[in-house]
C-alpha cells in the first residue's frame, strides 16, 4: 500500500510560529498551481510501484482555503492521474474559521472522510498573539458543522508551551478539547525555528518562552487527562479514540511508502526520499516543462537504520529488534541491543509481549535522548 500527500501551501496570514512552506498568492496562483499538482501525479506516479493507494492528504498552508471549484478541479484531476480507487482515509487539513456549511458540503461530495483542524488552544488572548485567524468559539462550531454533514472523522491539533498559556489554561484547553470528542487529537509542544515572527518577538524581549519544566507537566497532563477520557497514546504526540488512528500519518512512522506532490513535499520509497523546491514559481515552471521538481536522496543502511528506531520509539508498537537484525544486520542490532540495555535497566525502555522495545510511561519524557542514545553513532 502506499499514500499520497498534497501541499496546498497557501495561507490567508502567516501564523507567528511557523516556518513550513507558504505563500499568500493563492489569487495569482492558485490555479496554475493546481494543474502543476495534477500533472505532477501524472509524471510521478510510476514511482508508486502499482502499489494500491490508501490514503489521500491534502496538507498545507491551508487547503481549506481553496475555493470549492479550485479543490473539485485538484481531486477529480488527482483520480485522473493517479488510481484512488482504493482510498480509506481522505483527509483534508482545515483552519476552523474556513469551516462553513457551503465548505462541508463540497468535501462530502469529493469523498473526503477525514478534517484535520488547527484549533491550537481555546483561549482567544493566545489565539490572537500567534496570528491565528479564527476563535475558539468558530472551533467549537467548526466541529458541529462538519459532523452536520457526515465527517465524524475529526482531527484537532493543540499547541503546548505557547507565550502567556500556564499549566492551568493549558488543562482547561485539553478538557475543552475533550468534550468536543474528536476522533483524534495531536498535541506539539512549541517550537521556536529561527527567522518566525515568534522567534524575533522572542528575542527582542516581547515574550516569554514557557519553562521547561512547565512544558513537561503540560505534556503529562495532557497524556493522563486523553487517556482517562479514552483515547489511546499511539504515538509521541498522537491519541485517537479506538479505531481512529490516522492511517496516513502511521504510513510515515511505519515505512510505508508516499508520494508527495506540491511545492515542498517530500517523497520516500523505501531507499530514495525526494524533495520538492520550496519555491512557488520555480515548481510551476518545472512542472510545466515536464522536469520534475525535486531533489534526490539516497538513503544509506545506516540513515535508514536511524530512521527506523526514532520512528520506531515514538509509536507504541516501538522497535522490533528481530526485523531490525534481519534489515541492518548484525552490527546494528548489537549497537541497538547493547545501548538499550541500561533504559531497561532504568525503566525508561521495556519489552513488550510481541518481543519490541517500548518507551515507558517515564521515558516518554525522555524520549529525545533515549531515541538519540539508539541511533547510530560511528
Known amino acids: 500500500m502506499a499514500g499520497v500527500y498534497v501541499h496546498i501551501p497557501f495561507c490567508a496570514r502567516r501564523c507567528s510560529y511557523c516556518d513550513f512552506f507558504s505563500t499568500l498568492q493563492l489569487a495569482e496562483a492558485g490555479g496554475d498551481y ?3 499538482v495534477i500533472a505532477e501525479a501524472a509524471m510521478r506516479r510510476g514511482e508508486l510501484r502499482g502499489e494500491p493507494v490508501t490514503t489521500l492528504y491534502l496538507g498545507g498552508g491551508t487547503p481549506s482555503l481553496l475555493p470549492s471549484p479550485l479543490l473539485s478541479r485538484l481531486v477529480v484531476g488527482l483520480k485522473e492521474a493517479i488510481d484512488l480507487s482504493g482510498l480509506v482515509e481522505f483527509t483534508v487539513e482545515a483552519n476552523p474559521d474556513d469551516v462553513t456549511a457551503h465548505w462541508c458540503a463540497a468535501l462530502s461530495q469529493l469523498g473526503v472522510n477525514r478534517v484535520s483542524m488547527g484549533v491550537q488552544s481555546f483561549e482567544d488572548d493566545i489565539l490572537r498573539l500567534i496570528g491565528r485567524r479564527h476563535t475558539a468559539r468558530q472551533a467549537v462550531e467548526a466541529v458541529g458543522h462538519l459532523r452536520g454533514f457526515g465527517i465524524t472523522n475529526v482531527s484537532i491539533d493543540l499547541i503546548f508551551g505557547l507565550p502567556g498559556q500556564t ?7 485539553v478538557r475543552q478539547a475533550i468534550d468536543l470528542a474528536p476522533s483524534h487529537i495531536s498535541a506539539y509542544g512549541l517550537t521556536y525555528e529561527e527567522g518566525t515572527r515568534l522567534w524575533h518577538q522572542r528575542e527582542r524581549g516581547e515574550v516569554t518562552e514557557v519553562s521547561e ?9 495532557l ?7 479514552g483515547y489511546e497514546h499511539y504515538e509521541i504526540s498522537n491519541f485517537a479514540l479506538p479505531g481512529y488512528r490516522s492511517h496516513h500519518n502511521s504510513s510515515y512512522w511505519n515505512d510505508t511508502p508516499y508520494l508527495g506532490l506540491g511545492a515542498a513535499a517530500h517523497s520516500y520509497d523505501g531507499t530514495v526520499r525526494r524533495a520538492n523546491v520550496c519555491d512557488l514559481r520555480q515548481y510551476i515552471d518545472s512542472i510545466r516543462g515536464g522536469v520534475p521538481a525535486y531533489v534526490e536522496e539516497q538513503m544509506t543502511w545506516q540513515e535508514r537504520y536511524d530512521e527506523r528506531v526514532m520512528l520506531g520509539l515514538r509509536t507504541s508498537e516501538g522497535v522490533d529488534a528481530g526485523r531490525l537484525r534481519q534489515d541492518f544486520g548484525d552490527e546494528a542490532w548489537q549497537h541497538f541491543t547493547r545501548e538499550a540495555r541500561r533504559h531497561l535497566q532504568a525503566g525508561n525502555l521495556r519489552v513488550a509481549g510481541d518481543g519490541n522495545y517500548v518507551l515507558s510511561r517515564d521515558g516518554i519524557m525522555l524520549s529525545d535522548s533515549i531515541i538519540r542514545d539508539l541511533m547510530w553513532d560511528e
Open 34 to 36: 493546481v494543474e502543476a
Open 167 to 173: 499549566v492551568t489554561s493549558w488543562t482547561e484547553s
Open 213 to 221: 519544566q512547565q512544558c513537561l507537566e503540560m505534556y503529562r497532563i
Open 223 to 229: 497524556i493522563e487527562e486523553l487517556q482517562s477520557a
